[in-house]
């Protein structure tokens, strides 16, 4: 407002001037009352100061800090007071620069970031520093190369919370003397040179390797263990199938006319291989009682008879003669 004010002045002093050599008829400027009046307004005008919202003025009396205006209209004294500073109280952001840091491995990498931060006391924020936006882009320069150099390469692509929650506690220490808080502090890229690129690129190629391999040998373990484990319970599952058969064909041939049943299978079993011998056109030579399938069929009888009366299966007596020997009775 008092911009404007003074503009007008210095048109009405100009109009004036014109009017008292070629007479354009501005008689009211000419009257003292005019003057009187436009002065206690431009007085007015610098008196009133129309402070916006989330903004400060900081007001110095006779140089030294007097008062802090907040929101609203606000009155200062023209000639012994004056607006020094003016502060936005809304959060800033800054762009930190990038810059090269050296790990606890000594590789260098090459870090930027973004900080955030808000002024929360405009008295300190005037007088605390000189330029209060570089002084917290150096200290988080700082606090950062401080925090990568407690790690190792690695650990800084993994743990970047880590490291903007040290730049946050480090500049917001610091931070508070000149009124400002440090809300938060981003890394946006880290870089490293081409060769350390290239390595680490193998060095994770030649770990996904080794876990595959790994990977690979415990699912054939795996898989062998569970193929043993099958062939196990297999053949337990025929051992007791054949017990159960078994004590089925006992149980049978217990029963009466169980010894026929049974002579009658061993002959079928004995005239079915004597088939396939004959088929295969081996040469098989029997000798003793070998040669007689009704000594074979005797001695499974001597040994069923035996198993029914609960002793010992003894083989029966031999009989040297071949059938065709044996003379009639």
Do not use: C
């Not at 484990?229 to 051992?239: M, P, S």
């Not at 064909?249 to 396939?276: C, N, P």
């Amino acid at each position: 407002m008092g911009f404007p004010l003074f503009i007008f002045g210095v048109v009405s002093i100009g109009l004036l001037i014109l009017d008292q050599h070629y007479g354009i008829g501005l008689s009211i400027l000419h009257n003292p009352l005019f003057w009187f009046a436009y002065l206690a307004l431009l007085a007015l005008a610098s008196m009133v100061r129309f402070v916006r919202q989330q903004s400060v003025l900081v007001i110095e009396r006779l140089g030294r800090y007097n008062r802090t205006l907040t929101a609203g209209v606000n009155f200062v004294y023209p000639i012994v007071e004056r607006v020094a500073y003016a502060f936005d109280m809304r959060e800033q952001v800054i762009d930190v620069p990038a810059q090269d840091a050296i790990t606890k491995d000594n590789a260098t990498v090459t870090i930027d970031g973004v900080l955030y931060y808000k002024i929360i006391n405009a008295k300190d924020a005037a007088y605390g520093a000189e330029d209060i936006r570089r002084a917290i882009v150096n200290m988080a320069q700082t606090s950062m190369r401080s925090a990568i150099g407690s790690m190792e390469l690695d650990k800084t692509f993994e743990n970047r919370s880590e490291i903007n929650e040290r730049v946050v506690r480090a500049v917001s220490d610091a931070a508070q003397l000149w009124g400002a808080h440090v809300t938060r502090y981003e890394i946006k890229d880290i870089k490293m040179p081409e060769s350390l690129r290239q390595s680490m690129e193998r060095q994770m190629k030649a770990e996904r390797d080794k876990r595959a391999a790994v990977l690979e040998s415990e699912g054939v373990k795996q898989s062998e263990i569970n193929r043993a484990e099958g062939e196990k319970q297999a053949a337990i599952l025929r051992a007791e199938g054949q017990a159960k058969a078994i004590e089925l064909v006992r149980s049978q041939i217990t029963q009466q006319g169980g010894d026929a049943a049974v002579q009658l299978e061993v002959a079928k079993s004995a005239i079915e291989q004597y088939g396939r011998l004959a088929k295969a056109g081996n040469s098989l030579v029997l000798m003793g009682d070998g040669a007689d399938p009704a000594g074979w069929i005797a001695k499974a009888m001597a040994v069923l008879n035996t198993v029914n009366k609960g002793g010992t299966p003894q083989a029966p007596a031999r009989n040297n003669t071949q059938p065709w020997q044996q003379r009639p009775e």
